[in-house]
Every structure is written in structure tokens, then in C-alpha cells.
T-cell receptor, first 113, second 113 residues
Framework: DTAVSQTPKYLVTQMGNDKSIKCEQN?????MYWYKQDSKKFLKIMFS???????INETVPNRFSPKSPDKAHLNLHINSLELGDSAVYFC????????????FGQGTRLTVV | GDSVTQMEGPVTLSEEAFLTINCTYT??????LFWYVQYPGEGLQLLLK?????DKGSNKGFEATYRKETTSFHLEKGSVQVSDSAVYFC????????????FGQGTELSVKP
């Protein structure tokens, strides 16, 4: 069983569209994250949820809206997609908000054309 | 704010060569330190970790020691294999940062037969 799974793996869409990426973890973790990896492979956190509550929002445009229906799921919805949103988006989870390791999904490669 | 700096890549080695990838950090307090590896087309996998000064993390022949006095966490392997070709990320997780991982810029390693 995949510990952290996200869908889709690839997403190609036109500018201006709205799209969602879904993430599920079966590790029983309380905390989930979205990270963005740019074309130079630099990774930066976008959001963090702990037990369905938003705890980190790192100056991400409000076109990006995370939603956590329960602590095993964290989805990312993106409105009015722009060319600059093209990146790989990683979902991750950890036991809690302390200084522990995170476990990552396989990533979603988003290409906006 | 907290930050991680890694040596620039790409690094190209012959099989069985010795590997060192330098990593230094800036952080308040006592963060945990991690090395993650990203194989082509895949997500991030935790390679090893250390949670306090002088801890040595090790896995799959890779090692790194948490050096508080030099704020470093250099990754080493005595004899690399072609299968070690990947991008390696050093990261830290501060105790009061809500679980947020701060990554270095990544170092691409290519091992030739």
C-alpha cells in the first residue's frame, strides 16, 4: 500500500482553468503538507494542516486553496491557472508538528499551457 | 530565518568513488536534520536523519553527522554505485516551525560505470 498517494501524477491544462490535486495518506498521521518544486528543483512549503486545521500558509496566492475534509486527506484546488504555476506539487505527511520527518507522495507534475 | 545551503551540483563520479555532499544550516534553537533523495521521476524519500548534536544518521551505506559547532550535516558514502544517481536534498525542521521542512537547493549526483 502506498503511504502517501496523490492524483493525478500528470496534469496538463490551459491558462485560466481551475484544477484540483488530491492527496491521501494511510499512515495515521495528524499533519499534512503541500510543497512546490520549481523547475530548478527547489522545494518550498505552501501549506500545512494539522488535524484538519490550517497551521501554515506561506504567502501563497489566494488562487490556491487547500481543503482537508479529514486528517487523512488534503486536496489542493487552483483557480485561474497561470503559466508560472507549472511545477511539481508534492503532498507529504508527518506524525505531528514537531521536528520529525515527513513522508512524501510521488508528486503531481502540473503543466500550464 | 532558518536556511540550508548545499554544495552546487551536478556532481559526477565514477562507480566506487567516495562521495561527499556538503550541507550547512542556519537555525535558531536545535533543529532536526535530514537527507532526502529524489530518484528521476519519483517523489522524495527519507535517506537518513539526526535529531540532536553529534547524532550520526546512516542508511544504505550513506552517513551524516550532526555537527552543531560547524552547523553542518555533510552526506558521505564510501563507494557509490550507478543506482545512487539522484538528486539529494539536505533539510531541517525547527522545533517550533509547525513541522515545516526547509530544504537546500538540491545536489544532483551522476555516477558513471
Amino acid at each position: 500500500d502506498t503511504a502517501v498517494s496523490q492524483t493525478p501524477k500528470y496534469l496538463v491544462t490551459q491558462m485560466g482553468n481551475d484544477k484540483s490535486i488530491k492527496c491521501e495518506q494511510n499512515l495515521g498521521h495528524d499533519t499534512m503538507y503541500w510543497y512546490k518544486q520549481d523547475s530548478k528543483k527547489f522545494l518550498k512549503i505552501m501549506f500545512s494542516y494539522n488535524n484538519k486545521e490550517l497551521i501554515i500558509n506561506e504567502t501563497v496566492p489566494n488562487r490556491f486553496s487547500p481543503k482537508s475534509p479529514d486528517k487523512a486527506h488534503l486536496n489542493l484546488h487552483i483557480n485561474s491557472l497561470e503559466l508560472g504555476d507549472s511545477a511539481v506539487y508534492f503532498c507529504a505527511s508527518s506524525i505531528g508538528t514537531g521536528n520529525t520527518e515527513a513522508f512524501f507522495g510521488q508528486g503531481t507534475r502540473l503543466t500550464v499551457v | 530565518g532558518d536556511s540550508v545551503t548545499q554544495m552546487e551540483g551536478p556532481v559526477t563520479l565514477s562507480e566506487e568513488a567516495f562521495l561527499t555532499i556538503n550541507c550547512t544550516y542556519t537555525a535558531t534553537g536545535y533543529p532536526s536534520l535530514f537527507w532526502y533523495v529524489q530518484y528521476p521521476g519519483e517523489g522524495l524519500q527519507l535517506l537518513l536523519k539526526a535529531t540532536k548534536a553529534d547524532d550520526k544518521g546512516s542508511n544504505k551505506g550513506f552517513e551524516a553527522t550532526y555537527r552543531k559547532e560547524t552547523t553542518s550535516f555533510h552526506l558521505e558514502k564510501g563507494s557509490v554505485q550507478v543506482s545512487d544517481s539522484a538528486v539529494y536534498f539536505c533539510a531541517l525542521n525547527g522545533r517550533f516551525e509547525g513541522g515545516k521542512l526547509i530544504f537546500g537547493q538540491g545536489t544532483e549526483l551522476s555516477v558513471k560505470p
